[in-house]
């Protein structure tokens, strides 16, 4: 599965040459398994995957997570949404109430968009998931509801030897009595479990995350004690807080590295970065 | 090993900071946790029994009503919202494992997740009376 990275930023896309090494745009990345397209979120990142897929690529398979903005806010500006000969697969989690087109369409309409869902000329169809387990061609996909406010689900695709998990939004501290200690009271587990790549949610340094709890998030190190108690080959870190500069998310990877020996891959998650699995 | 659901742990984290008993229950009635406070009433510590399956928590403490009529399971409020997947009510005595006995309120209310998937069952309880 070859894996790039479009949007790493986590809630607004933040431009600006302080953020030209890791990036601007929200949420998005692409997984290519021989013909199959999957799309892992709709942020603004998705806008330049839109410009550079290649156009013989008619189907197209895009997994949310959720749908806080900054995970759905590309979509209207997708171009395969505009090619009639398109088919679009969108899967998403389910709520308590309203059913995920509804809120699909809250976005797909005046006065936050002009264009609705059903006017848009691809074809597209939307599947609620919730703890779900699925194939897309060769592709199995697992999804599971983690800790993050309002329905939200990871990801876990596994082909022939290889996993990709993805918990771009996730807060594991918060759904633990005894973080990282317990693997079955862990939030994320099931999802992120030997996998060979992690992307995962490190928005925050220590002291960002004690004002914040409960907002969703996670700090570096709690991100980093997530992916040792899952055993992950590889964790790439993600949703980069808007604020923070190139120079002050080095500054904060390397403090979060300072006296620890860690036995996975670690990296910070940066715009236009390829990753192999298999 | 696998992971509970989200809906469970997060539970167990909300028990936890409880100053009131609490019980959870997965769908097949395996008490799964209980906080401090219910080791306290209850006499016995979640660190060493661990999860319980229905059959042994259900008549370990020999519920009975006022009459000193012992209880069948399926009539304890927890049990109930097991199988109708409802909130229940109830109020009985029960025989700790120290020794004291407490009557004790009971609520219970199923855990429904999203959309719709029963999770679970929560059990919150009082002492109201002591012998």
Redesign the interface.
Same mark, same amino acid.
């Given at each position: 599965m070859k894996t790039t990275i479009w949007g790493c930023r986590g809630s607004l896309p933040s431009p600006g040459l302080e953020k030209i090494l890791f990036g601007g745009n929200t949420s998005c990345i692409q997984v290519q398994h021989k013909d199959t397209c999957i799309i892992l979120d709709g942020g603004s990142g998705i806008q330049r995957l839109g410009d550079s897929i290649d156009p013989k690529q008619l189907k197209i398979n895009i997994l949310l997570t959720h749908l806080h903005l900054d995970h759905i806010m590309g979509l209207g500006y997708f171009k395969p949404f505009y090619n009639p000969e398109c088919t679009i697969n969108i899967w998403g989690? %389910? *709520?308590?109430s309203k059913s995920l087109v509804k809120r699909l369409r809250r976005y797909f309409s005046p006065p936050f968009f002009p264009v609705r869902l059903n006017e848009l000329p691809a074809k597209v169809n939307i599947t609620?998931i919730?703890?779900s387990s699925f194939m897309i061609n060769e592709v199995r996909v697992k999804s599971?509801?983690?800790?993050h406010p309002g329905?939200t689900v990871g990801y876990r695709l596994e082909t022939d030897g290889s996993t990709i998990a993805f918990l771009p939004d996730h807060e594991p501290a918060? *759904? %633990? /009595?005894h973080f990282p200690d317990l693997?079955?009271? %862990? %939030? *994320?587990?099931?999802i992120a479990?030997d996998a060979d790549l992690l992307f995962h949610d490190a928005q925050y340094d220590n002291n960002e995350y004690n004002n914040r709890i409960g907002w969703g998030h996670s700090s570096i190190a709690d991100a980093i004690k997530f992916g040792e108690l899952t055993n992950v080959k590889k964790m790439v870190l993600v949703h980069h807080d808007p604020a923070n500069s190139d120079a002050q998310l080095k500054k904060m990877f390397k403090k979060s590295l300072e006296h620890k020996t860690i036995n996975f891959e670690l990296e910070m998650g940066r715009e236009n970065a390829v990753f192999q699995v298999s | 090993?696998? /992971?509970?659901?989200?809906?469970v742990?997060?539970s167990?984290?909300w028990a936890?900071c409880l100053s009131v008993p609490v019980f959870i229950v997965d769908t097949g009635g395996n008490l799964i946790f209980y906080n401090e406070p219910a080791e306290e009433l209850l006499g016995m510590r979640y660190d060493t029994t661990g999860a319980m399956p229905v059959s042994d928590w259900s008549t370990m403490f020999r519920p009975e009503d006022d009459k000193g009529v012992a209880l069948p399971p399926e009539n304890l409020p927890l049990v109930k919202t097991l199988s109708t997947q409802m909130p229940a009510h109830g109020e009985f005595w029960i025989n700790n494992l120290r020794g004291s006995v407490y009557k004790i309120s009971v609520t219970s209310f199923p855990i429904m *997740?999203?959309?719709k998937?029963f999770i679970g069952a929560i059990a919150i309880f009082w002492k109201i009376l002591e012998k």
């Open positions: 989690p %389910s *709520g308590s609620e919730n703890n599971e509801y983690i800790c329905p918060l *759904g %633990s /009595s693997p079955d009271w %862990s %939030s *994320g587990y099931n479990k | 090993m696998s /992971s509970k659901e989200i809906e742990i997060l167990r984290q936890d *997740g999203r959309p998937r």
